[in-house]
């Protein structure tokens, strides 16, 4: 490890201090539904989408029907989205004149994008058509990354009313963050990116010739503007098979660090929104300061780990950090540091491959979305999966007071703590079933590079990444079969659903309750010793739940490389 590494990662921590109380200002004034200066040119646009829907937007849902009406639109997304990955080869916009997706792979996709998981089983440049990327896939990053911070406005909204029925409307949500968050800043990050020498253009490839004279086709494609809304929204899905390693995607150090504070820029501000609409900012200041101890200590491991780099080669002579799978233009720091960033988020960019990285450097990623992704987490879905174990910390609390549990103002009776346990379960659940599943048909086992403990680690991964709807993946896995596309495809489904579904009537049943005032008895939840608690409980379930699975896999692995044998 060196100082050069270390000022990376603790100046990029202090730039998103920085931005977090501007970011989640302006989010707040969209929680509010508040005008903003952006309301001047885009509040046409927004009454516009509302008079074509017949959507009024001051009639506020209860959680049922919000629900019922996110589920409708999220599957009427994903209909299209496979239609058009179907047809692709007769759409226009189609340059290479690639053909459709087999069924089985345009399903997976069609979820993958739904879900914000951005899960690829193909390479983007061999297997896209522009159209496909501009209409079929691009649509997703900015919807399912709105929808996600429309539902966490929704559990906002729980904890802040009193003796409510609703909690807002989800059409009202889902558009004001397109226009007024994702769409301008997505605007500005566009025109960066082409600055810094990023593709934007409807060509589908060009000819060079090479410094040894051969002569090469490299693809092209409206890059820009999907790599913006790719990291802003944790999306993640790359444009190339190399996501964020390619050049054309990331091409300089400034584009690279700039990527990583996209990807937790919303995170951040969302968690200085919670404390604002809750009355009190110190609650988002706490929430903040519990995931970014997580962070580090995942930063901390990788980039230890990363550095030392692999006995077995230190043994034949050769000294230095792991750089296997690493692009050389960023190294070991910054790769290390972009890993966890896109697994604490649930984004799945990546600018070096976790399937290269040692045992125990490429466990971090893998905890990190086995802990549901609350590390900052997705655009919405990591704050609102945090707040989830903060109900189950206050409940814990609430036994060693010897009173009923309260947090913001609200008692968390027994309805509230059985539907946060549903939905913390349903994580495991999926990710060990399937995992179990495929380590034992045929079908499974036809998928993993490797043999052994870390044959098992690209399936666990896999499904860990796909119920997390994070997307990264282990690329030894050969994903794009009939049984990994239906199974993941799934996994990703019930990920993403099954979680927002106990959630949204937890923000119900929390909008109905009156507000309690603290008292003395109450359980203090702003200062160190609730972000202790915080912290464990989510070390302590995430680690008796996924142990057994990660002494199978990495663990194992790293044992058997120390003793001198690879996989």
């Not at 600055?195 to 002569?215: F, M, W």
């Not at 919405?380 to 913001?408: C, H, K, N, S, W």
């Not at 103002?409 to 539907?419: A, F, N, Q, T």
Request: net charge positive; charged share 10%; proline share 4%.
């Amino acid at each position: 490890m060196t100082l050069q590494g270390w000022i990376l990662i603790l100046g990029f921590i202090a730039i998103l201090l920085v931005l977090t109380r501007p970011m989640g200002t302006w989010l707040f004034a969209l929680y509010e539904g508040r005008r903003t200066p952006l309301h001047v040119v885009l509040g046409p646009v927004e009454r516009g989408v509302y008079k074509l829907s017949g959507i009024d937007p001051k009639a506020e849902q209860g959680w049922r029907r919000y629900a019922l009406h996110m589920l409708l639109f999220n599957a009427a997304l994903m209909l299209l989205t496979y239609v058009v990955l179907r047809l692709q080869g007769v759409l226009p916009g189609n340059p290479q004149g690639l053909p459709g997706l087999s069924g089985h792979l345009a399903f997976n996709t069609a979820i993958s994008f739904t879900a914000n998981t951005n899960w690829q089983s193909y390479g983007g440049e061999s297997t896209m058509s522009n159209f496909s990327q501009m209409f079929g896939l691009t649509i997703h990053n900015f919807l399912s990354a709105a929808t996600g911070i429309a539902l966490a406005f929704a559990l906002f909204r729980g904890f802040a009313r009193r003796s409510a029925t609703t909690i807002g409307n989800f059409w009202a949500d889902v558009t004001r963050v397109t226009l007024y968050v994702l769409l301008p800043l997505c605007v500005l990050l566009t025109v960066f990116y082409i600055a810094s020498g990023v593709p934007q253009t409807l060509a589908g490839t060009v000819d060079v010739t090479t410094l040894e004279g051969a002569k090469q086709t490299l693809a092209l494609g409206p890059v820009a503007s999907q790599e913006a809304i790719k990291m802003l929204g944790t999306n993640g899905g790359g444009f190339f098979n190399a996501n964020s390693a390619h050049p054309f995607e990331n091409p300089t150090a400034l584009t690279n660090l700039v990527q990583m504070l996209s990807i937790f820029l919303i995170g951040f501000g969302l968690t200085w929104t919670f404390g604002k609409a809750v009355g009190n900012t110190r609650q988002g200041w706490a929430i903040l300061s519990s995931m970014l101890i997580l962070f580090l200590i995942g930063v901390g491991v990788t980039y230890w780990q990363e550095a030392a780099g692999n006995p077995i080669v230190h043994q034949l002579g050769i000294a230095g950090g792991n750089m296997e799978g690493k692009e050389v233009r960023f190294g070991v720091a910054a790769t290390a540091l972009f890993s966890v960033v896109t697994t604490a988020a649930s984004c799945g960019a990546v600018n070096g491959m976790h399937d290269s990285f040692t045992a125990l450097g490429g466990m971090i990623p893998l905890i990190n979305m086995q802990l549901g992704e609350v590390v900052i987490g997705g655009v919405g879905a990591g704050i609102y999966g945090f707040l989830l174990f903060a109900i189950l910390a206050v409940f814990v609390a609430g036994l060693m007071v010897g009173r009923t549990p309260e947090y913001v103002g609200k008692k968390i009776e027994s309805r509230e703590v059985k539907l946060a346990v549903l939905a913390i379960a349903i994580l495991p659940l999926i990710i060990l079933g399937f995992t179990a599943i495929s380590s034992v048909v045929a079908a499974g086992l036809a998928g993993p590079l490797n043999k052994g403990p870390h044959g098992f680690s690209e399936i666990l991964y896999a499904f860990t990444s796909g119920v997390a709807n994070n997307g990264s993946a282990f690329a030894g896995l050969t994903a794009n079969t009939p049984y990994y596309d239906g199974m993941l495809g799934v996994a990703m489904w019930l990920g993403r659903f099954f979680i927002i579904l106990p959630m949204l009537a937890i923000a119900g049943s929390l909008a109905a309750k009156k507000y309690t005032p603290e008292s003395a008895g109450s359980f203090p939840t702003t200062g160190g010793l609730w972000v202790g608690l915080l912290v464990g409980t989510i070390l302590i379930l995430g680690g008796l739940t996924f142990l057994p699975s990660l002494a199978l896999g990495p663990i194992a692995d790293h044992l058997a490389m120390i003793s001198g044998k690879t996989f």
